[in-house]
């Protein structure tokens, strides 16, 4: 695997674990069979594929810090922004460690090329890949076990406003998305909410107990209903 392991987590759970069928070899090359946008073709619609206008460069895109490193991404400003930059702070601690030089975290893109159908989100600025390179479209089983946990408590705490690739087909275990509509209530107010926990000792990222059976029962809850 070539991502780390997240300094609060790994050395607990290192022992004994293994990671599931991992199929990557060189992060390149590897695909499944594609969606309806089939490979090669340019994204030619004025949205992206969860309904978002398609961006014509900077405008309505912002740069946003991501906690706890010294990185930054390009993304829908406003409550997407807020939302996914989260994400890849949570990620950050308790899936794999992002650091410079390491892979690529893509934000917004103005690349009109799409092998899937939700890539085109990046087109929109509604989307995040995270080492795509370390976690390609198609290939799976690159995660440990708690780290699968912790992407699901991660979707279940933001209310399944987000969508991880890894549950999409062909799966892309780098990716999440905003799986909600513009104007979506429920986007805004999980967006106020983390940008109260900012301000709010002991809460937000890096605060997490992922095993407490409520949030486990959340995200499987959660991953159930998106599943069917």
Do not use: C
């Not at 199929?23 to 619609?45: C, D, F, M, V, Y």
């Not at 991404?73 to 601690?93: I, K, M, P, W």
Request: aromatic share 8%.
């Amino acid at each position: 695997m070539n991502a780390k392991f997240s300094r609060r987590t790994a050395l607990k759970r290192f022992t004994g674990l293994v990671a599931g069928s991992a199929l990557l070899t060189t992060g390149e090359g590897i695909l499944a069979p594609l969606t309806a946008q089939a490979a090669g073709n340019s994204w030619n619609k004025s949205r992206s594929a969860n309904g978002w206008d398609v961006l014509p460069g900077s405008p309505g895109t912002a740069t946003y810090d991501i906690p706890g490193t010294n990185l930054q991404v390009t993304l829908r400003e406003g409550d997407v922004g807020t939302v996914l930059s989260y994400v890849a702070q949570r990620f950050h601690y308790d899936v794999a460690e992002l650091e410079a030089g390491r892979g690529q975290i893509i934000g917004y893109s103005d690349a009109l090329h799409v092998k899937a159908d939700f890539e085109s989100n990046h087109l929109s600025g509604t989307a995040l890949a995270l080492y795509p390179e370390s976690y390609p479209l198609g290939v799976t089983g690159n995660l440990f076990p708690y780290q699968v946990t912790a992407i699901r408590d991660i979707l279940a705490e933001l209310q399944g406003v987000i969508k991880w690739g890894g549950d999409m087909e062909p799966a892309k275990e780098s990716t999440f998305f905003v799986d909600v509509p513009p104007g979506s209530a429920k986007l805004a107010q999980v967006a106020e909410t983390l940008r109260q926990w900012r301000l709010t000792p002991g809460k937000g990222a890096g605060t997490q107990n992922i095993e407490d059976p409520k949030r486990i029962t959340a995200a499987k809850k959660l991953a159930s209903k998106q599943a069917a």
